[in-house]
């Protein structure tokens, strides 16, 4: 649940420009937060200093926001802790992240603990709660998380970085990203903290940002592939150094293993505003989905395959590369027993057989795959595809859909984009801005006191069935999946539902069942470990192009 991630400011080239966001929590606020509008380009200090200020500083907000959300719920103390109880310069940013992540996860912790009966304003509260926005000039973004983990395995990140030319001019470039972790959230956390920086310094270093547009151009492709191959490198081959090198710095080399250990697909999109181009690079089964106008409807465009083994380009390049090998199990999909064939992290299925016996017998790390299996390692790679396409505005402007599977496990692509559009029928990316700050003047950091009331809610405590051919259609998609051993629900736009001012909090609640009210409170009032049979972690970004946000940056002095 963090509403705004920055990048990481690189060397002379790149300087990190937040743009602004808040969590979507009710909360008002009318004084700017120092950390939403930057000063004017200043000459960069440490990348790795700046980013790790950065990157904490603002999940402090978002993490506070979030946790005295569900303190309403629950009726929590949170013993005066909190973004309002810091003053400005009263922690550090290293006191204050872990201090709102603690303050979350207690929270998360309740919930499993006690496992509430989750009624409809608790689980709207509980929705909102994870939400958050992102602005830039020209685009803005929706974003949602909910958690079925615990911790929650998803993160994400979203910033702009500024490229300053020969001539001094500055390209402003905006990422939005999604990583889903599994077996741990630790590669995924460190994804989020230096994935997208990696990317846009690769891009200064090889000159991508100076290149005249090219269709498809395979230097800046290549780039960003060799960008990601070399963060996977990072991660997986120091940690195999260390582990083969018998360091005597035992708690050390577990803290580096964690982040080879565990996994994450990666799903990353950029965004150049002068071109109106559109990359997205996608590592595993995270998916992204263009809707573009066809003259009467939105129709959905994909901008990502799933790299599963029921990819059939992926089974085909696997094989070839493993001669002989049965990796790829034809009825589950699944890698050497891997839901993903491509992924950072998981060392297991890219270390030498003896590496991961000994990560396991001196180090604590995951139990080998069988010797049987692991033959002819690396199984797995970081290495993304990459999808582009000029982005159209006008009238109906495109805007992408990004998730990680635990949307796409209950919605089709194509319902993805309708339930989009028939948000948008309804509202404007910028309406709830404005319902929460009286316009676009100055954002706050959303932050609520504890003893507050809680935001106001839609009225949305009755089922909205009309007739009763819709409960009996509830009894129709409402099935026990007997492959699965587990209640399962189909999702269709006739299950859909338009009553909420965030985008990505309407996509989630229309993952979960929409209008039919029991079946949503159901599916939220699982928790761990149960929920993870019923629900992945979700996080959704849902990005709006073609917006003129221009006046809302003047206003703030920028």
Same mark, same amino acid.
């Given at each position: ?27 008002? *606020? ?32 978002? %993490? ?14 949170? %013993? ?30 309740? %919930? ?36 079925? *983990? ?21 390209? *402003? ?6 990583? #889903? ?164 992290? #998981? ?89 929460? #700050?009286?316009? %676009? ?76 009210? #029991? ?40």
């Amino acid at each position: 649940m963090l509403p705004l991630r920055v990048l990481r400011p690189c060397r002379s080239l790149l300087h990190s420009s937040t743009r602004f966001s808040r969590a979507y929590n009710g909360a008002t *606020n009318t004084t700017p937060h120092p950390t939403y509008f930057q000063p004017p380009p200043q000459p960069p200090k440490s990348p790795w200093r700046i980013g790790i200020w950065s990157s904490l500083l603002l999940a402090t907000t978002s %993490l506070g926001a979030g946790a005295y959300a569900h303190s309403w719920l629950y009726d929590l103390p949170l %013993l005066g802790i909190g973004p309002g109880g810091l003053e400005e310069g009263e922690a550090l940013p290293l006191e204050a992240g872990t201090m709102q992540a603690a303050m979350v996860e207690a929270v998360r912790s309740f %919930l499993a603990n006690n496992v509430p009966a989750m009624d409809l304003e608790r689980c709207q509260e509980a929705l909102e709660s994870g939400a958050g926005y992102t602005v830039t000039p020209t685009a803005l973004s929706h974003s949602s998380q909910l958690g079925s *983990n615990l911790p929650c395995e998803d993160h994400w990140d979203s910033g702009t970085s500024d490229h300053f030319g020969s001539e001094g001019n500055a390209t *402003n470039w905006c990422e939005w990203s999604i990583f #889903d972790g599994h077996a741990g959230p630790r590669t995924a956390q460190a994804l989020t903290m230096s994935l997208a920086g990696m990317v846009m310094q690769g891009l200064a270093d090889d000159g991508c940002f100076d290149r005249p547009y090219s269709a498809n151009d395979p230097h800046t492709i290549d780039t960003i592939k060799q960008v990601f191959l070399q963060a996977d490198e990072d991660m997986v081959q120091h940690t195999m150094e260390q582990i083969r090198s018998g360091l005597p710095d035992r708690a050390g080399v577990v803290a580096s293993a964690a982040a080879a250990f565990s996994g994450s697909c990666a799903l990353l999109a950029l965004y150049d505003p002068v071109q109106h181009v559109l990359r997205v690079a996608n590592t595993g089964d995270s998916r992204a989905v263009l809707g573009r106008w066809d003259g009467t409807k939105y129709i959905a465009h994909a901008m990502s395959v799933d790299q599963t083994g029921f990819n059939e380009m992926e089974v085909a390049r696997i094989t070839e590369q493993h001669p002989g090998e049965d990796v790829v199990d034809p009825k589950t999909g699944r890698v050497h027993g891997l839901a993903v064939s491509r992924a950072f992290g #998981d060392a297991r299925w890219k270390w030498p057989q003896e590496v991961s016996k000994r990560a396991f017998e001196m180090f604590w790390g995951p139990s080998p795959r069988p010797d049987s299996m692991i033959k002819t390692p690396p199984y797995l790679t970081a290495e993304p595809e990459v999808t582009e396409v000029v982005v159209q505005t006008g009238d109906h402007p495109d805007f992408l859909v990004m998730a990680s599977d635990g949307l796409w496990d209950n919605m089709s692509s194509d319902d993805a984009i309708s339930c989009v559009q028939m948000w948008l029928d309804k509202n404007k990316p910028t309406d709830f801005m404005e319902q929460q #700050d009286g316009g %676009l003047g100055a954002i706050g950091a959303g932050r609520q006191s504890p003893n507050s009331s809680p935001p106001s809610l839609p009225s949305i405590l009755a089922p909205v069935y009309t007739t009763a051919v819709d409960v009996a259609e509830e009894d129709e998609d409402v099935y026990f999946d007997e492959e699965e051993r587990c209640l399962r629900w189909r999702v269709s736009p006739k299950h859909f539902v338009v009553e909420d001012a965030h985008c990505g909090v309407h996509l989630i609640k229309n993952a979960l069942g929409g209008k039919r009210r #029991d079946l949503f409170t159901g599916v939220m009032s699982v928790q761990p470990p149960l929920s993870r049979r019923v629900r992945d972690d979700i996080t959704v970004h849902v990005v709006f192009f073609g917006m003129d946000n221009s006046k809302t940056f003047e206003q703030q002095g920028r």
